[in-house]
C-alpha cells in the first residue's frame, strides 16, 4: 500500500520544521503568548493542555484590557457613517 503524498511510510503526515520567523502583532503581550507555542515541539504531548491553557489566559486577558479602554473612536473615513 502507497502513502498518501504529504506522509511518510507509517502514514502519518511529515514532520515539517519551523515556518520562519513569527511576524509581531504589534502587542508584546500577545507576542509573547503567542511564541509559548513553539515549546510544544520539545514537550511530551501530556503538556500540551497546560500551555495551550497559559497562552489562553494571557490572550484573554489582553483582549479584556482592549475592552476595558472602552471603544476606539470612530473612523469618519469614507465609506463610514460620519462622512
Known amino acids: 500500500m502507497e ?3 504529504g506522509a511518510d511510510a507509517s502514514g502519518l503526515p511529515e514532520s515539517r520544521g519551523p515556518a520562519g520567523p513569527r511576524p509581531a502583532t504589534g502587542d508584546s503581550r500577545v507576542d509573547d503568548a503567542v511564541s509559548q ?3 510544544l ?3 511530551p504531548v501530556a503538556e500540551h493542555p497546560a500551555i495551550f ?3 489562553h ?3 484573554t486577558e489582553a483582549l479584556d ?3 476595558a479602554r ?3 473612536a470612530p473612523d469618519d473615513g469614507p465609506g463610514r457613517l460620519g462622512s
Do not use: I, K, T, Y
Open 37 to 39: 507555542l513553539e515549546d
Open 53 to 55: 491553557e497559559r497562552v
Open 3 to 5: 502513502s498518501e503524498p
Open 41 to 43: 515541539a520539545g514537550l
Open 65 to 67: 484590557d482592549l475592552d
Open 70 to 72: 472602552g471603544p476606539a
Open 57 to 59: 489566559r494571557q490572550l
